[in-house]
């Protein structure tokens, strides 16, 4: 049977339990800590999904739109030929042809140029921290 006596025995001397109580402080802030970092982790690496994500439609909307023009100038160019009356008429429809569409080519790589730099640079300001316009 414990007595007061052999319970007195048994106590934990103050300093022991300060000591204790300044070790579970530590442990408790260490993991306040630990949670903190894997939370701005997590919300850097959403918040750079988020970008690429954009980013991505972005390019997917241009190539579309590309896709979409370049389909369209092909198939009114098939118009056109079926119609020329001779080999001048050919030639001459297939020269204006590729000088427009070089120069709609040029203008649609410009613009996938612009896009993708832009993807860039928001992805890098995403990873520096800074607002995404």
């Known amino acids: 049977m414990i007595t007061s006596t052999t319970a007195r025995q048994f106590e934990i001397p103050m300093e022991m339990r300060v000591a204790a109580q300044r070790s579970i402080e530590q442990a408790k802030l260490a993991f306040e800590n630990y949670v903190r970092v894997i939370e701005e982790a997590t919300s850097a690496f959403e918040e750079r999904f988020e970008a690429s994500q954009t980013g991505a439609q972005d390019v997917g909307t241009k190539a579309m739109k590309s896709a ?16 020329a009356k001779n080999v001048m008429d050919f030639i001459r429809l297939l020269n204006d042809f590729l000088e427009t569409q070089m120069q709609v080519l040029s203008e649609q790589v410009k613009e996938f140029g612009e896009t993708l730099s832009k993807v860039a ?3 890098m300001k995403v990873s520096k921290g800074e607002l995404v316009s």
């Open 68 to 83: 979409l023009q370049n389909a369209t100038s092909a198939f009114e160019f098939a118009q056109k030929i079926v119609q």
């Open 121 to 123: 640079m928001d992805s």
